[in-house]
């Protein structure tokens, strides 16, 4: 399989947009013609998640070439929301998108091991996310589990949740605990690199903070950018634009509620609201105004 970095460069370029739209599907904020038509039960919960999901793909894949379904919405439907997401990581690999898989796995030994063999074998993703909270140990099997396959991770540096700072901005041997994150996270990323010049341990890094993206890309030249918080959660355009190399590469930006959801549960043409979102976003994040 081709490296990693390579692919993903791949996919960003052949739409042109570092756009990656994020499927977190919400049964309260379903189209009322999908949600009416399943039980509000967990299995048919899952079925309508399905339903809706796959529908966005079709909707989406014409604009951008990454996608990141939100594993912990389909788990809360039980075991029929896990075959929901299988199908819906399978359509994705069908029409030639670029998976990230947003689970923030974290543990040691077999468990992180398991939890790679889920991630890559089960449910085919081209990245995994990753809490690096636990140390080395925990996010070496998954980085030797990715490598043997050519997949990837993407590593909590500096998320964009408001909490964030309680333990991210602690002050470690003089530098915020954040950064000694992104230091591993280089270290791992540098030990294979692929033709692109990136390598396959990505860091994520919240577009609200535009000067830590800014301090973090000089940090991390080799390590793809995977930049929540732009959209609904208030980050702009402008914000992340720090993120990026000056070769336009180096980050992909996600929506999820911003292109996903742009409408109220009751209206007929929620499908031509996402296009009209997600071809707005696509082009907000342009390569060619993001270099």
Not at 27 to 40: A, G, I, N, W, Y
Not at 137 to 147: F, G, H, S
């Given at each position: 399989m081709t490296h990693f970095a390579d692919r993903l460069?791949?996919?960003?370029?052949?739409?042109?947009?570092?756009?990656?739209?994020?499927?977190?599907?919400?049964?309260?904020?379903?189209?009322?013609?999908?949600?009416?038509?399943?039980h509000d039960t967990p299995d048919g919960t899952a079925v309508a998640y399905e339903e809706f999901c796959l529908r966005v793909l079709d909707i989406v894949t014409p604009r951008v070439g990454v996608v990141k379904p939100q594993s912990a919405f389909f788990e809360a439907c039980g075991p029929a929301g896990v075959v929901a997401l299988q199908r819906v990581m399978r359509r994705a690999r069908q029409l030639g998108l670029f998976t990230i898989l947003d689970a923030k796995r974290g543990d040691i030994a077999s468990t992180a091991a398991a939890y790679a063999t889920a991630a890559f074998d089960v449910m085919d993703a081209d990245a995994v996310t990753v809490n690096p909270y636990l140390g080395r140990d925990a996010v070496e099997p998954l980085i030797t589990a990715a490598r043997r396959s050519g997949r990837g991770l993407f590593v909590l540096v500096r998320t964009s949740n408001p909490g964030a700072g309680l333990f991210q901005d602690l002050n470690c041997d003089g530098r915020?605990?954040?950064?000694?994150?992104?230091?591993?996270?280089?270290?791992?990323?540098?030990?294979?690199?692929?033709?692109?010049?990136?390598?396959?341990?990505?860091?994520?890094?919240?577009?609200?903070?535009?000067?830590?993206?800014?301090?973090?890309?000089?940090?991390?030249?080799?390590?793809?950018?995977?930049?929540?918080?732009?959209?609904?959660?208030?980050?702009?355009?402008?914000?992340?634009?720090?993120?990026?190399?000056?070769?336009?590469?180096?980050?992909?930006?996600?929506?999820?509620?911003?292109?996903?959801?742009?409408?109220?549960p009751d209206d007929a043409d929620w499908e031509a609201a996402i296009k009209i979102a997600v071809d707005r976003a696509a082009v907000e994040l342009a390569l060619d105004r993001t270099g």
């Amino acid at each position: 399989m081709t490296h990693f970095a390579d692919r993903l460069a791949a996919a960003v370029r052949a739409k042109g947009t570092a756009l990656c739209v994020g499927l977190d599907p919400r049964r309260e904020s379903l189209p009322k013609s999908v949600r009416d038509r399943h039980h509000d039960t967990p299995d048919g919960t899952a079925v309508a998640y399905e339903e809706f999901c796959l529908r966005v793909l079709d909707i989406v894949t014409p604009r951008v070439g990454v996608v990141k379904p939100q594993s912990a919405f389909f788990e809360a439907c039980g075991p029929a929301g896990v075959v929901a997401l299988q199908r819906v990581m399978r359509r994705a690999r069908q029409l030639g998108l670029f998976t990230i898989l947003d689970a923030k796995r974290g543990d040691i030994a077999s468990t992180a091991a398991a939890y790679a063999t889920a991630a890559f074998d089960v449910m085919d993703a081209d990245a995994v996310t990753v809490n690096p909270y636990l140390g080395r140990d925990a996010v070496e099997p998954l980085i030797t589990a990715a490598r043997r396959s050519g997949r990837g991770l993407f590593v909590l540096v500096r998320t964009s949740n408001p909490g964030a700072g309680l333990f991210q901005d602690l002050n470690c041997d003089g530098r915020p605990l954040y950064q000694h994150v992104a230091a591993a996270v280089a270290f791992w990323n540098g030990e294979n690199l692929g033709a692109c010049g990136y390598g396959d341990v990505g860091a994520v890094v919240g577009a609200n903070h535009p000067n830590e993206l800014k301090l973090l890309r000089e940090q991390l030249p080799q390590v793809w950018f995977l930049v929540p918080g732009y959209g609904a959660q208030g980050g702009t355009a402008a914000d992340v634009r720090a993120a990026f190399r000056a070769d336009g590469l180096g980050a992909v930006v996600n929506s999820s509620r911003g292109v996903t959801f742009p409408f109220p549960p009751d209206d007929a043409d929620w499908e031509a609201a996402i296009k009209i979102a997600v071809d707005r976003a696509a082009v907000e994040l342009a390569l060619d105004r993001t270099g």
